[in-house]
Structure formats: structure tokens, C-alpha cells
């Protein structure tokens, strides 16, 4: 599988990458699912210590410990779970976050982590103090690198400008293209990568297309526009070859994009995945009907 540099770093990673979010808390059901990844050339893993209480680190670390100098763990910080496991509490300060990446490289079994991300992040947030926290993290040789997860421009921008991440991730797709108006652009000039996650727009964009949908409808889509919608996409771009391949391919089209992030909950779902990212390249032409078909959406709330 091809592998794309990560930002500034001399991290490079596969166009595919696995969420490892939704892999569960059956070890041995997950286990086959990261062995699946691991066949297919994947060596990109993303999980956060707020998913399963911590488990998802844990599972995540043991089953990669084999190989561990050959792939790349990302996790996230920031999400504080209250003491009764009941919610969580959004804290990016230094002290937490110093304290966190400790519990984080004891769950995942190892001396490092690759790529640390925050996970989220507003504008009433103390920036400065979280980047350095980061900074000295790096310093110390607990992280390589670090990044963000947010789809908040501003605080993109404000880490843009003061930090040397490597990296942001967010949600983008055919029918999520937000990021392309202020984001991508952005981290592009910057020499920053995009990772982006929810190419598939929760199944939308595979080919059960509107058995997935919602009669709320997706985002600033109504049931009644996808329904004109996806039908038109699948005819016009998809017409031989799978929806899912159009739409991993729509997102590495960006050259901002350095990985795509899917969840997978089987081994079969990872190697659709996989097929789909080695699949063609989009055409410029495809791309513009992509576009001329879809909305180009821009961040109203999330600021």
C-alpha cells in the first residue's frame, strides 16, 4: 500500500489508516481485525484514551506489540472521563495532558508514541499552555510528533500559527466538504497534513447508499436530496467500480491529504477498504463532477 509523508515529519504513513474506535472490546474479535490491517500493508493505527474507558489503547498496544517498530500509533488526549466513568470533561491543560501521556503509554505498552494528538479543541482553550505541553513532551522523547483533531478553522489556525504540528484531523467527504474552503487549503500551504476521517459519511457513500439513511437526512442534506443525490453520483462516477472506492479516492485526491482514517468492524470490511484505496486515482473530470453534483458546504458553528 502506498505511504505518504506526514506533514514535516519522517513519519510516512499508509493512505489507509485504521479507526480503531469501533473495534470493540472482544480482544480476540479486534485482534483479527488489526491482524487484517497488518496483511492488507496498513500501518497507520488511530485510537484515544477516552474510547472504551482506556480498553481501545490497551487492545491496540497488545496486538501491535510484535511489530511495533513498524507501525504508527496515534492517540488523543483532552477528554477527562469523571471518576464514576459516567461522562467526560474537556481539559487541555498542561498538567493534564503530562499526566495522561503516561497512563496512555502504560495501556499501549510502549516507550513512545508516535503521533499525539489533541482531541478537540476551542477557541476559550489555553493554547499556548497546550502546545507546551506538547512541545515538552517531544523534548522528552515521550511523543515524536504531535497534532490535532479538530474541525474548528479557528483553532486550526491558531495551532497553524503557533505550534509545529504535523498534522490535523478531520472529518471530510463527498457530502462533508467543508474542510475544502478554509482548512485543507490552509494546512497545505503550511506544509501540514490532513487525516481525514468519515470518508464513507456513516455508509452513505458505499453501495447501500440510501439503505443507510437517515430521514433526517446527512448534515445540510435532506432524505429528499440524497435520495436525487447519491443515485446521480453512483451513475455518473461509480458506475463501474464500488461507491467506496469513489469516495477513499475523493479524499486522497486532495493534496493536502495524507491518510484516510476508516473504522473497520471485520476483517472483510478492512479489505474492501483496502481494495478501495488501491483502486484508480480519480480523474480531474471526476473530481469536478464530484463537485458540480455535491454542496461545497463551509463551517458555520463549529468555529
Known sequence: MKKRKLGNSDLYVTELGLGCMSLGTEEKTARGIIEAALEEGINYFDTADLYDFGENEKIV?????????????????????SSDNTG??????????????????????????????????????PIDETIEAFE??????????????SIRPNVIREF??????????????????????????LLHRHG????????????LLSDKLLA???????????????KEILPLLKERVAASCSFTEVALQYNLASPAVASVIAGASSPEQIRSNARAVRSQSL????????RELTKASIYKEHR
Open 283 to 290: 480523474t480531474d473530470e471526476e473530481v469536478a463532477v464530484i
Open 88 to 125: 467526560w470533561t474537556w481539559d487541555p491543560s498542561k498538567t493534564y495532558i503530562k499526566e495522561a501521556v503516561k497512563n496512555s503509554l502504560k495501556r499501549l505498552g510502549t516507550d513512545y508514541i508516535d503521533l499525539y494528538q489533541l482531541h478537540g479543541g476551542t477557541m476559550k482553550d
Open 136 to 149: 515538552e513532551l517531544k523534548a522528552e522523547g515521550f511523543i515524536r510528533y504531535y497534532g490535532i483533531s
Open 61 to 81: 498496544g497488545q496486538s501491535l506489540k510484535d511489530v511495533r517498530e513498524q507501525v504508527i500509533i496515534a492517540t488523543k488526549v483532552g477528554n477527562r472521563w
Open 212 to 226: 443507510k439513511a437517515s430521514e433526517k437526512g446527512y448534515l445540510d442534506y435532506s432524505y429528499e436530496e440524497l
Open 192 to 203: 501540514i497534513s490532513g487525516v481525514t476521517r468519515g470518508p464513507l459519511a456513516k455508509g
Open 160 to 185: 497553524v500559527e503557533k505550534s509545529s504540528i504535523v498534522s490535523v484531523m478531520m472529518q471530510y467527504s463527498i457530502l462533508d466538504r467543508r474542510p475544502e474552503e478554509e482548512a485543507l487549503p
